[in-house]
């Protein structure tokens, strides 16, 4: 299994849909995961942390399943600016910080 | 709210000749990082610094590379000799402490290698 994998997407969706991503990851010892935005030529930018079962942060929704090594991202009420790249991020396994990245998933979000 | 910045945006350069990318990391920030996007690709770490040397490197982060913190506010990424493959977008990231892995990016410098 790779360290971080995504499905590329893209996702097409109306305004107002409800999206979810998910990801897989290979490392079982992680204990942190993020979700990362990142727009075209621009930096990821931090959307959430998971640290425990799960997040949520307004229409943002994240779980983790630790006995399957996934973790998902939901959005609900999707508005024309989250369409962007969806970047699914877990820390190495080497201890030091490293961030391994997954390819990213693209949401277009259409009106 | 604080936040890493980066120069150059943009930097273009001849093959051989050797590149030093700036970033000037949050403030309170104890660990610093860079970060590379090969344009279509995903985003790959370089190197990490805390307390004055490299914490880790990864396979990509080679003789030709190099960090500094010359100062108190800037971290430097030097590449010594560039070459065709080095032209991506180069991110440098700093986060809190050794409990939080939650790392801010920098806008990135596009460094173009002709």
């Known amino acids: 299994r790779k360290e971080v994998e995504q499905d590329p997407g893209p996702f097409n969706v109306p305004e107002g849909a409800t999206v979810a991503f998910n990801c897989t990851y290979s490392?079982?010892?992680?204990?942190?995961f993020f979700w990362y935005r990142q727009d075209c030529r621009k930096e990821p930018k931090l959307l959430m942390s998971?640290?425990?079962s799960g997040n949520e942060d307004g229409r943002f929704t994240a779980q983790l399943n630790r006995a399957s090594q996934y973790i998902s991202l939901l959005i609900r009420d999707s508005k024309l600016s989250d369409s962007a790249t969806y970047l699914c991020?877990?820390?190495?396994?080497?201890?030091?910080?490293?961030?391994?990245f997954g390819t990213g998933t693209r949401l277009l979000v259409s009106p | 709210e604080p936040e890493v910045t980066q120069t150059p945006s943009h930097q273009v350069t001849q093959m051989g000749q050797e590149v030093i990318l700036r970033c000037v990391p949050i403030?309170?920030?104890?660990?610093f990082y860079w970060y590379r996007q090969i344009l279509g690709q995903k985003v790959e770490f370089l190197v990490s610094?805390?307390?004055?040397?490299?914490?880790?490197k990864s396979e990509i982060f080679d003789d030709q590379f190099s960090v500094e913190r010359p100062d108190g506010s800037n971290f430097t990424l030097k590449i010594r000799s560039t070459k065709l493959e080095d032209s991506a977008m180069y991110f440098c990231?700093?986060?809190?402490?050794?409990?939080?892995?939650?790392?801010?990016f920098g806008p990135g410098t596009r460094l173009t290698v002709t």
């Open positions: 610094f805390y307390n004055n040397e490299i914490s880790e």
């Open positions: 490392n079982s010892a992680s204990q942190s």
């Open positions: 403030s309170n920030h104890l660990y």
């Open positions: 998971v640290y425990s």
């Open positions: 990231a700093s986060s809190e402490g050794q409990e939080t892995y939650e790392q801010y």
């Open positions: 991020v877990v820390p190495g396994n080497t201890g030091f910080q490293k961030l391994v």
